[in-house]
């Protein structure tokens, strides 16, 4: 009997899960630390700089590990490491130059010319981390998910633990060492990033297996076809980080109060993260569903699969969703009490990260007619959507509005894909059934609202009434009607 290609996405899933995103939520971990141990404009510094340590982590790979996969499969592996390895190694060298000669204008424009320091550590983080991509990719490519998940929990445990050592147990010393070394007053941020520093060595040492063999060679005949193949995953990569990210850099030079503007990107940064679980949830599915999609996309009732896959995400981000917002009150415990003034914005968090991931549900439609430059359109339009509308929001709503333009943005690029889409390569999603659910769930929300500021138990009930009701509504309407369902995706 053939395995219903539901639940075999749904297990891909929890296995990528495991593998891959467990090391990205044990980091989310520090998140109580850094917003108990660190005053809000310190945490807001730690929002900022690892916003850049993300943008040039994509623009200094500039697609090269998509490229290494693609060229693996033409190509011999080796051939292909090692030219990759090597451009990666230039570039990540020129970068690293010109920033150590440079680290200090930088800084001063960055506003952080008491810590110049920093700059300099924020790109040794980028550059060890570029370097060990292409092995990472490496390990996929030979299908040692157990060393890369290994290697993975490693690194983020060795980050944890001497973010422990530095500033929980020794914070008197290092805060002293940190005044002796760099001579600005007693810092204890500056370990954050030492701390990552040498984790990130470990990594790549832990790599280094896969260096034995290595010989530093650009081999032009191979290296052009893997840039030019590379160039619009750079383009998406690069317009996505701006979505992600561009919000953390603007906020300071946008608020209207410039003096508290670094503690209220800390407060923003702080309640962002409370959208954790339905970050994680997003990231799981997108390790899983792109081999889903093209695995079953030549079967003959691949267009209904592929409308059932959207319901169930929907439904499964809508839960999350309603679980946080519900119980907001028990997940604000995650940050730290000088950051709950930004609770506000989860809700609007939450749901514009639920509506990426229905764009990324809804990319097939370009990925599978091979289409992707029309992709790349949509993620620059909602870059330069995302751009617009911080510029717009910000200085009028403050840190509320960087999150509406998440929204906006997402909300935007989702309907656009929709409409595409549908012209390109139609699916009959369940148009009407979704924005159904989506309403169903608000509604919910702005019902538990109410009771906010009520008798604690009476609120828990009455939430909880409301999460089982949606769970009811969702079992009764999708989940019953396919399992009496004969399974889709055969033939």
Request: with cysteine; aromatic share 16%.
């Amino acid at each position: 009997m053939a395995q219903n290609p539901i639940k075999s996405l749904a297990g891909q899933t929890v296995v990528y899960g495991m593998g891959t995103i467990l090391p990205r939520l044990l980091n989310y971990f520090m998140v109580p630390l850094y917003t108990r141990v660190f005053e809000r404009e310190v945490y807001g510094q730690v929002t900022e700089l690892y916003a850049y340590v993300a943008f040039f982590m994509v623009l200094l790979t500039y697609g090269m590990e998509t490229a290494f996969f693609r060229y693996a499969q033409k190509h011999e592996a080796r051939k292909v490491f090692n030219t990759a390895m090597s451009a990666i190694t230039l570039t990540s060298a020129v970068f690293l130059v010109l920033l150590g000669a440079f680290y200090l204008p930088v800084s001063s424009w960055m506003q952080y010319e008491g810590n110049p320091e920093y700059i300099l550590f924020i790109g040794l983080i980028v550059t060890v981390d570029v370097l060990t991509a292409i092995p990472f990719a490496m390990l996929r490519k030979l299908n040692q998910a157990r060393r890369f998940a290994v290697v993975k929990l490693l690194n983020v445990s060795a980050n944890i633990g001497l973010n422990l050592i530095f500033i929980v147990f020794i914070p008197g010393l290092s805060a002293s060492f940190s005044d002796v070394i760099f001579g600005n007053g007693p810092d204890l941020l500056v370990w954050v990033l030492i701390s990552n520093i040498a984790a990130s060595i470990l990594s790549l040492a832990m790599l280094a297996p896969l260096f034995r063999t290595f010989r530093f060679s650009l081999d032009l005949t191979l290296l052009r076809p893997m840039l030019h193949y590379a160039l619009p995953v750079l383009v998406v990569g690069v317009a996505g980080m701006v979505n992600e990210v561009i919000d953390k850099i603007l906020l300071k030079y946008l608020l209207p109060d410039s003096g508290q503007a670094m503690a209220q990107l800390g407060v923003y940064g702080a309640n962002y993260k409370l959208g954790v679980l339905m970050t994680l949830f997003v990231q799981m599915f997108r390790y899983a569903s792109e081999p889903f999609f093209f695995a079953e996309a030549e079967k003959k009732n691949a267009p209904e699969l592929f409308a059932r896959v959207m319901n169930y995400f929907v439904l499964s981000g809508l839960m999350i969703f309603l679980m946080v917002v519900l119980y907001l009150d028990l997940f604000k415990h995650f940050i730290g009490q000088d950051y709950h003034e930004g609770l506000g914005i989860v809700p609007i968090v939450l749901m514009a990260n639920l509506f990426y991931g229905i764009f990324y549900n809804l990319s097939i439609w370009y990925k599978l007619t091979d289409r992707t430059g029309d992709g790349a359109y949509i993620s620059i339009a909602g870059a330069v959507v995302t751009i617009t509308l911080n510029i717009l929001l910000i200085p009028v709503l403050g840190y509320h509005g960087a999150a509406w333009a998440h929204f906006g943005c997402y909300f935007l690029m989702m309907g656009a894909s929709y409409i595409w889409g549908q012209k390109v390569f139609p699916i009959p999603y369940q148009t009407r059934r979704i924005v159904f659910y989506i309403l169903v769930a608000a509604v919910l929300y702005f019902i538990s609202t109410v009771v906010q500021e009520q008798n604690a138990w009476l609120k828990y009930s009455v939430n909880t009434f409301l999460f089982g009701l949606f769970t009811f509504v969702a079992y009764w309407l999708e989940i019953r009607k396919a399992a009496a369902a004969p399974p889709a995706g055969r033939g």
